[in-house]
Nanobody, 124 residues
């Protein structure tokens, strides 16, 4: 499956952005989806995970209550709504996909496919 992330940009602290990740090449609903981010000099960080139906979601503590992951299987797209953004949220944001499995969902190696990343910059 090919993934294309979009929606990044420059936003002031306290503002909101919605990232999108469009999938192609395979049946989108066959995959669980995740969002990660990476800042310069840091490891890629898990943010959120959603199962194939959208009925189960999981979040990192750093974004719980501020970010919301969702998906529209009819549009082959997963979203990350980001509210109350902070300067420390500045990073390249990546979407990722994997076949459903009963394993962890919060490490880079848990996912098989990655988008190219979209840059989010939060100014203070």
């Amino acid at each position: 499956v090919q993934l294309q992330a979009s929606g990044g940009g420059l936003v002031q602290a306290g503002g909101s952005l919605r990232l999108s990740c469009a999938a192609s090449g395979r049946t989108f609903s066959d995959y669980e989806m995740g969002w990660f981010r990476q800042s310069p000099g840091k490891e890629r960080e898990f943010l959120a995970h959603i199962n194939w139906t959208g009925g189960s979601t999981y979040y990192a503590d750093s974004v719980k209550g501020r970010f919301t992951i969702s998906r529209d299987n009819a549009k082959n797209t997963v979203y990350l709504q980001m509210n109350s953004l902070r300067p420390e949220d500045t990073a390249v944001y990546y979407c990722a996909a994997r076949r459903p499995r009963i394993l962890s969902y919060y490490t880079v190696s848990d996912y098989d496919y990655w988008g190219q990343g979209t840059l989010v910059t939060v100014s203070s």
